[in-house]
Structure formats: structure tokens, C-alpha cells
């Protein structure tokens, strides 16, 4: 089975520094990998994905991410944080192995609080 | 261009009533998928439906769930007889195909409140 696990519910940084939201994933296959944002009474917002290739990966916003295989671990980085990146976010996978295929299985999320 | 619309935006109904939830893709996407974001479910896959294949049915919760996609574009989630745990945000998201690494992007949701 598939799953997902975001071990942080929040995440405290001050702007400027350095930001990290931790996914780890457990796949029988070999793992497509997904990150959304989602801000307050607002759908979720692609940021990227890791299908194959460079294991890291960069995305929207100055987001980039990297897969580590060996610890089946997908974290989300910013170098430098804004205020206005404070939102939820959310890793996902998808599992090609499975029957469901197509459906994305989400972490719990984490509460980004960026403080100025 | 336009991305995926959901509608109502909000919707509270009484226990008991049935609800229809909107839900119109990206133009050209072949497949559609329906999620419900709730608090102590967290995000959870409902169906998704991939060009005229049978649609993938495994995370509805209960036979009072059902949804269509007509002509290959718009599709409605119906929840008949509505209980006070079918409260929850429901998003609705396309991508141009159902493959591993295709994007789905998501609507803005649908609330929905069951008194």
C-alpha cells in the first residue's frame, strides 16, 4: 500500500531564513512524487513533482525539492522564506503499481507559519 | 486560460437532503478526479474518471455517493440522504491524461455543510 507521512504539523521560520517541510513515502513501485500549497479558503496550487531524472527538482515560486531514495524522502526547501509563503502544504504520491493508480495519496500536511 | 470551476462555492443543506456538486475541467483534459478535504480525514481520493473508461469508484465512502461525467467535460458528485459527517470541502481537479507523472490541478472547492 501506499502511503504518505508529513512528521511536522507546523513549521515556525522567520522570513528569510531557510524553509524545510519533511515528506517521507512508501511505495511498491517506483514512487511519482507531488507537492501542492494550499492558502486559506483555496484550492490546492501545484508547486512540483518528481517523476524521474535529477533528484532535485525545481518549481514554482523558488520552491525545489529533493528525492533521496534510499531514505524515501521528498522534502520541500526554500532558501530564503517569505512572509507570504505562510500556507499548508502537502505531499503526495502516486503508486502506478497499485489497482487505484490514478489517484493521489495525500499526507496529513503542514502548517507553514512564516513570521516577519 | 481557465482552470478547473467548481460550484456552488458554498452549499449548506439540511440531514437527509440530497446535494449536487459542479465540477467543470481544464478544456481538453481527459481525466477528472473528485477528492473531499475534511478535518479529521485529511484529503482523501473519492473517483476519478479516465476518457471513456469505467470510472474508478474505490474511495467513495458509501452508496449514497455517486458521480457522472457527461460527454467527456463536466462532471456532478451527488450525495443522497446527507449526514452531518459528509461536512467536509470537496475539490475537484484534471489533468490532460491519467499517467504517473501527469499534474492534476484542482478547483477551488465546493463547502459544504450539512446542518
Known amino acids: 500500500a501506499q502511503s504518505v507521512a508529513q512528521p511536522e504539523d507546523q513549521v515556525n521560520v522567520a522570513e528569510g531564513n531557510p524553509l524545510t517541510v519533511k515528506c517521507t513515502y512508501s511505495v511498491s513501485g517506483n514512487p511519482y512524487l507531488f507537492w501542492y500549497v494550499q492558502y486559506p479558503n483555496r484550492g490546492l496550487q501545484f508547486l512540483l513533482k518528481?517523476?524521474?531524472?535529477?533528484?532535485l527538482v525545481k518549481g514554482s515560486y523558488g520552491f525545489e525539492a529533493e528525492f533521496n531514495k534510499s531514505q524515501t524522502s521528498f522534502h520541500l526547501k526554500k532558501p530564503s522564506a517569505l512572509v507570504s509563503d505562510s500556507a499548508l502544504y502537502f505531499c503526495a504520491v502516486r503508486d502506478i503499481t497499485t489497482d487505484s493508480w490514478g489517484k493521489l495519496q495525500f499526507g496529513a500536511g503542514t502548517q507553514v507559519v512564516v513570521t516577519p | 486560460g481557465a482552470g478547473v470551476s467548481q460550484s456552488p462555492s458554498n452549499k449548506v443543506t439540511e440531514k437527509g437532503k440530497d446535494v449536487e456538486l459542479r465540477c467543470d475541467p481544464i478544456?481538453?483534459?481527459?481525466?477528472l478526479y473528485w477528492y473531499r478535504q475534511s478535518l479529521g480525514q485529511g484529503l482523501e481520493f473519492l473517483i476519478y474518471?479516465?476518457?471513456?473508461?469505467?470510472?474508478?469508484k474505490s474511495g467513495l465512502p458509501s452508496d449514497r455517493f455517486s458521480a457522472e461525467r457527461t460527454g467527456g467535460s463536466v462532471s456532478t458528485l451527488t450525495i443522497q440522504r446527507t449526514q452531518q459527517e459528509d461536512s467536509a470541502v470537496y475539490l475537484c481537479?484534471?489533468?490532460?491524461?491519467?499517467?504517473?507523472?501527469?499534474?492534476?490541478?484542482f478547483g477551488p472547492g465546493t463547502r459544504l455543510t450539512v446542518l
Open positions: 518528481y517523476i524521474t531524472g535529477d533528484n
Open positions: 481537479a484534471s489533468s490532460l491524461l491519467v499517467a504517473g507523472g501527469d499534474t492534476q490541478y
Open positions: 478544456s481538453g483534459h481527459t481525466a
Open positions: 474518471f479516465q476518457g471513456n473508461s469505467a470510472p474508478d
